[in-house]
């Protein structure tokens, strides 16, 4: 994983989960907490309620990037940018001042007054940005959008996100965001919580992320609450995401979201890496699903490797599943399958009948009835990669129907 200097504060992997306080100097922000057009008062601002609370990073945003409101242009947006400017100079807190702006620009004259990173709300739709950004040496953040000014974020199919954060190349400091939230009229909040659900695939390019979930609509809805009452989700998701691997986490809540991005980060798995320089390194990658790996396999350049280099994105992923109710048939299959059989990866192992603490209950494995197959109690372990439950499962087809039935339920989490 790529590690990112942003103005001296590092970012990725090895440094703690970072958190950015958002402050808007648009009056038609949909947040009023964060909406100042004072300077004076921004300042106090971000001095008590963002840095002072715990933010490592201030986001400016000129305008709202509601997809309802109309889009200001360059011009537009560098009328405002005194305001941020004045704000800036006057704060005495240490934070990394990023300017969030689409347009090239305004990135070049926020980063020549002062600004340390750039947040890129359209992701390099504007071509000339990555050069500013590689010009004046700062981090980047790049939300994933389409090639378009204005329609930021409005990406419609959750598939299509790990392309979009492509378009135009990357900066050797870039920051990616994968966008949740209302961006395109077309997005649901069933797409932002597949989103958040593959959220470890967009750790692929090797970069580090950025979430802003922050009292988003996908979170309220699972609780049915409205954007005052929805911090708890947030910071649940908070913990969640970074737990799977974000790095940077935008609110609004920065002393509570720092809390719980820091129980995230405690918790998270240790992810082993080592290696001095000029020697091999090793890195432990964070990867569950087979899609998780084919999207490393892609970032190496094995994209067009052999069939066999493929394949090892199948062989990264080892699913365990319980067993219960098998019979005389069904055991005797799977030891077939999975000893000296076609379906090389899986193992098998059968529990001790005498260790339940009750009789196992009606399972599909035995029509329903826990016991009508001579041994129809028992249970068991099979552990494999994807591909090797599958082969398991074909393998006793056609010997054990209510097995064979069992397994074909759970071929929806092996692919």
Not at 93 to 113: F, K, P, Q
Not at 131 to 136: D, G, Q, S
Not at 209 to 223: E, H, P, Q, Y
Request: with cysteine; glycine share 10%; proline share 5%.
């Amino acid at each position: 994983m790529r590690n990112v200097d942003a103005a001296g504060l590092g970012i990725g992997d090895d440094h703690p989960p970072r958190i950015m306080g958002v402050l808007n100097v648009s009056e038609e922000s949909p947040y009023d907490p964060s909406v100042y057009d004072d300077p004076g008062e921004a300042a106090a601002y971000v001095d008590e309620e963002l840095i002072g609370e715990g933010a490592d990073i201030v986001d400016v945003g000129l305008e709202s990037a509601n997809k309802d409101l109309d889009v200001l242009s360059a011009e537009q947006e560098l009328d405002r940018l005194d305001t941020a400017i004045e704000t800036l100079e006057s704060t005495s807190g240490d934070a990394v001042w990023s300017i969030e702006t689409r347009y090239h620009e305004v990135a070049d004259e926020a980063l020549s007054r002062g600004f340390d990173m750039v947040n890129d709300i359209c992701g390099f739709a504007d071509p000339e940005m990555p050069r500013v950004c590689r010009e004046h040496d700062v981090a980047v953040s790049k939300m994933a959008s389409p090639p378009d000014l204005k329609r930021p974020g409005a990406i419609e199919d959750v598939d299509d996100i790990y392309e979009a954060l492509s378009m135009n190349g990357f900066t050797d400091k870039t920051i990616l965001d994968p966008a949740f939230g209302g961006w395109s009229a077309a997005k649901t909040h069933d797409d932002d919580r597949e989103t958040f659900h593959r959220l470890r695939e967009f750790r692929g390019y090797g970069r580090p992320l950025l979430v802003s979930i922050n009292r988003k609509s996908f979170l309220k809805t699972i609780a049915g609450r409205s954007t005052e009452e929805a911090l708890p989700v947030s910071l649940a998701a908070t913990s969640m995401a970074v737990e799977r691997g974000a790095h940077v986490i935008r609110t609004h809540d920065v002393a509570e979201t720092r809390d719980a991005a820091l129980v995230g980060a405690e918790f998270a798995r240790d992810r082993h890496s080592g290696g001095d320089s000029g020697a091999v390194a090793v890195e432990e990658l964070d990867v569950t699903t087979v899609r998780e790996a084919e999207r490393h396999l892609d970032r190496i350049g094995a994209a067009e490797a052999t069939q066999g280099d493929r394949d090892a994105a199948g062989n990264a992923v080892v699913r365990t599943y319980e067993l219960s109710g098998l019979g005389d048939a069904a055991v005797g299959a799977l030891r077939a399958a999975t000893v000296g059989g076609d379906a090389s990866g899986a193992a098998f192992a059968l529990g001790d009948p005498n260790r339940a603490a009750s009789p196992s209950p009606p399972s599909a494995t035995d029509g329903g009835t826990g016991g009508e197959e001579p041994g129809g109690d028992r249970r068991g372990l099979l552990i494999g990669t994807p591909a090797a439950i599958e082969s398991v499962r074909e393998a006793v087809s056609d010997v054990s129907d209510p097995l064979d039935a069992a397994l074909a339920g759970i071929d929806h989490h092996v692919s």
